[in-house]
């Protein structure tokens, strides 16, 4: 039967020493949303009381409102004089803006009827990922050796957020235990703790990607490092110090030999060291002082004199 049907009053028995008929309380006696979010459930306690001298029965409730629904509730709950039962109001939107809907309460008698007003405010779903730097740099690490940096990820958006695949990529970059599939809630981090153990003399460099379902689906953090080539003395040669350097072979056709450079930051400015083209791929410069840092890069020259530009450089620490 509509819940519009229901109408009428209760009647007191006027006689000496009836009970009071029986009276439903809500507490609260309106309900309001805060902050709600599109496609979320938000959820409340609603208190029926019977404050009066009879008992009554709750048959139902009836929802106006989309996404308005109760939870708990049986079919049917009596409740004596004095006693009371606690219901979840919950409230899925479906669109962002003021919310109104109304819950009514149904009872066995029409005139105990009543209609609790729902209000709120709700907000778009806004799925989103930070992360605290966009680059991250190891460093110079000697051969052999390794460094750690973490990275932080954070839910910054106001639902569920996640982490659906991370990866690396980068010759010596690597993560350190399994960092997906990884659930946020809203304003909840994750620590990603990587690893750079250069492969290569020289700077490296990669790139960690985070995918999620974040309006922002895929996260890039830039990621470098270099190699330090520690000086030390030739084997069978009577030299205070010496810094040996290797490189690979360049892929372009028609090379005729190699440049070696030296300066003393990694932005130069770089001299050239070599007189004559290098055949090979390696050089050993001996004209080091102890205490002292230097910077290498080399460059590929082809048969008509054509050289390349700088390669990464390479750092040298002479002990």
Request: glycine letters at 10%; zero cysteines.
């Amino acid at each position: 039967m509509p819940l519009d049907n229901f109408k009428g009053n209760a009647v007191a028995d006027s006689r000496p020493g009836a009970a009071a008929p029986a009276h439903l309380e809500l507490t609260p006696a309106a309900m309001h949303f805060d902050s709600a979010i599109v496609g979320v459930q938000n959820s409340q306690s609603l208190k029926l009381a019977n404050t009066g001298g009879t008992a009554m029965t709750v048959t139902g409730f009836v929802a106006r409102g989309v996404g308005l629904s109760v939870n708990g509730f049986s079919g049917s709950t009596l409740l004596n004089p004095g006693t009371s039962a606690t219901f979840s109001v919950e409230l899925v939107p479906k669109t962002s803006g003021n919310y109104s809907g109304s819950l009514a309460i149904v009872s066995q008698t029409a005139s105990l009827d009543t209609t609790l007003p729902v209000s709120g405010d709700v907000a778009a779903a806004d799925p989103k990922l930070s992360v605290g730097a966009t680059s991250v740099n190891f460093g110079s690490v000697s051969s052999g050796k390794s460094a750690s940096e973490t990275v932080t990820v954070t839910n910054t958006g106001n639902v569920e957020v996640t982490i659906s695949k991370v990866q690396l990529s980068g010759a010596g970059f690597s993560i350190v235990g399994s960092a997906a599939p990884v659930h946020l809630a809203s304003e909840q981090s994750v620590k990603l703790d990587l690893e750079f153990s250069p492969k290569a003399a020289g700077t490296s460099t990669g790139t960690l990607t985070v995918d999620s379902n974040a309006s922002d689906s895929s996260l890039e953090v830039k990621l470098s490092g270099s190699e330090t080539v520690v000086a030390s003395n030739p084997p069978g040669q009577n030299l205070q110090h010496y810094v040996g350097l290797t490189w690979d072979a360049s892929t372009s056709s028609g090379i005729a030999g190699y440049n070696v450079y030296r300066g003393s930051s990694e932005q130069g400015p770089f001299a050239r060291l070599n007189g004559l083209l290098v055949d090979e791929l390696k050089y050993i410069d001996d004209a080091v002082k102890a205490g002292d840092t230097y910077y290498y890069v080399t460059t590929a020259v082809d048969w008509h004199g054509e050289e390349s530009p700088h390669s990464n450089w390479a750092k040298a620490v002479v002990p």
